[in-house]
């Protein structure tokens, strides 16, 4: 079955010690994204990437950064993580912009920061 | 900006129908999109609205009024497996989500 894969499910790291999250997808879509998701809260936009396109929310951290090497995989890097990035990490994707209002999820990094 | 509001929960019993309210300002609007969270779990695209009216997929249906900036999440005969939170989010020109807060639904037996 075409999917959103997401490892690992879950993630420990200490404070201030950088940890990368991986995302890939079967489904050969051309957008990706990242999202943040705390308890209880709504998912928010980090970045998405249009093919190669990098597109950064405004107002994303610094500590947050991407990398998309190919149409497969994308990969969220945390430089510094602390105590207040601890929370759901989602990947998602849609076939082009134009179908955005359509994405399909992974099913998650849950981050740790201790 | 943009913002949307929707109830924070809802309870409802099994078999009735619940009806999950959204309204929300923006700019540049194409659309409503509805999506349902378990916990733990992903998101799970439900319906898409662009045009006034009502959509139909099987048990749900979502509905629309651009006028009025509303929409609404129809689940009818409610199952225990439909406790879930359900989000709705705006689909902009700028070819994003934005999600709502989330309605927690909690269906009793």
Redesign the interface.
Known sequence: DAMVIQNPRYQVTQFGKPVTLSCSQTLNHNVMYWYQQKSSQAPKLLFHYYDKDFNNEADTPDNFQSRRPNTSFCFLDIRSPGLGDAAMYLCATSKHTGTSYEQYFGPGTRLTVT | GQSLEQPSEVTAVEGAIVQINCTYQTSGF??L?WYQQHDG?????LS?N?LDGLEETGRFSSFLSRSDSYGYLLLQELQMKDSASY?C?L?NQG????????T?LSVKP
């Open positions: 194409y659309g999109s779990g992903a998101p799970t695209f898409y662009a989000f989010a689909y070819g994003k989500l934005i999600f709502g807060q989330g927690e």
